[in-house]
């Protein structure tokens, strides 16, 4: 090869060095994106905690704790949260209330899900001294608005009084009743008083026997005995309705019923909080329904508004509502289910008023 061949070609290769030296390189893709997307498969794991605290009772009660704690596992599982970030804690005395919730706190919980009234004072305490950490109290009436807690509060005089018009229609003796919980405990006395005030729209003459569990709070949801004891005698006394709210003891109440003669024919049984139908088998013989106030849903709407950064503090309502009718649809006339779907819709829009509270 020449001087002058030798001579171009240094000439177009320091060209070309020189034009590449002035491209910018292209950009290396960030491990942040491969971060990222393994973090959206796996959810907020490890990242966010949500522990719940029952009343007394078992998790698995079949009625309030269980309908909570179905609640948290929905919102973990819809949130991608390990098994680890998302755990309860059964009260056997109510002493321990503040412990409790005390032990998700010192481990780090973001969120803490009290159940019940009675551990609304508790939940208030705690929630003060830890501003970082959401509380959702369930049944826990906020008084004063507090940007960390949430009370999951229900109308539970609206699904009562549903449940009253289905007994006072369903009644061919003219006598209905209730097993309940403790007249300590709002809720409660809500859902009865609905209960009456919806029996008497059918019929104004109708008797309805109300019987609330004389113990303390600690007793009055855990007490099967008590509450067929007193379904039988309410039975005796004629009552072929009769609507048991009160956790465990209104489910004794349900499945004496069961076992009735006449259960499912001329005597017949009505649930609380939840689908009963789905948490206590033993009383299909009896349940045509259930005063439901819808914990469930609740509960995983405060928990992912709290994932959200969206926590709204003060009182949160939950919907109530009658549930299914199952095995018995067939049973139900046309036109008291009209009935039902026309008194649900002056619930709602309160051109129907249940008397509760005035």
């Known amino acids: 090869m020449n001087v002058s061949r030798l001579t171009t070609l240094f000439a177009v290769l320091t060209a070309l060095a020189l034009l590449l030296a002035a491209c910018p390189a292209p950009a290396a893709m960030p491990a942040a994106d491969t971060e990222s997307g ?4 796996e959810g907020m794991a490890g990242e966010f905690k949500v522990g719940l605290v029952t009343d007394v009772g078992r998790v ?3 009625s309030f704790n269980q309908s909570a704690w179905e609640g948290v596992v929905a919102a973990a599982e819809g949130l991608g949260l390990a098994e680890d970030d998302f755990k309860y804690i059964e009260t056997q005395d109510a002493k321990d209330y503040a412990d409790n919730i ?3 706190i010192d481990a780090g919980y973001n969120v803490i899900v009290s159940v019940g009234f009675a551990l609304g004072d508790a939940t208030l305490t705690a929630a003060r001294d830890n501003p970082d950490v959401y509380f959702i109290g369930v049944d826990q009436f906020q008084g004063e608005t507090m940007a960390n807690v949430a009370g999951l509060i229900f109308n539970e005089d609206h699904s009562g009084y549903l449940a009253g018009v289905l007994a006072g229609s369903l009644s061919k003796t003219g006598t209905i009743a209730a097993v309940l919980g403790t007249d300590l405990v709002p809720p409660v006395v809500a859902f009865n008083e609905g209960y009456i005030a919806g029996a008497k729209s059918v019929n104004p003459d109708i008797n309805v026997i109300s019987t609330y569990h004389p113990g303390e709070i600690s007793q009055a949801f855990v007490d099967p005995e008590w509450g067929a004891a007193t379904a039988k005698q309410a039975l005796d ?27 499912g024919e001329t005597v017949f049984c009505i649930g609380v909080d939840t689908d009963q139908w789905n948490t206590v088998p033993a009383a299909h013989p009896c349940l045509v329904s259930s005063a439901m106030k819808l914990i469930t849903p609740g509960v995983v709407d405060l928990v992912n508004l709290a994932s959200e950064g969206a ?8 919907d109530a509502d009658l549930a299914p009718f199952h095995d018995f649809d067939d049973m139900i006339p046309q036109e008291l289910k ?13 051109s129907i008023d249940t008397g509760y509270g005035n």
């Open 38 to 41: 393994a973090a959206a498969e």
């Open 60 to 62: 698995n009660d079949r």
């Open 102 to 104: 005390q032990q998700f």
């Open 237 to 263: 006394q004629g009552a072929d309705v009769i609507f048991g709210a009160g956790g465990i003891t209104g489910n004794g109440a349900l499945q004496e019923i069961a076992t009735a003669e006449g259960a």
């Open 311 to 318: 926590f709204p503090g003060g009182n949160y309502f939950g």
């Open 338 to 350: 009209d009935l039902l779907e026309e008194t649900k819709a002056g619930l709602i829009e309160g």
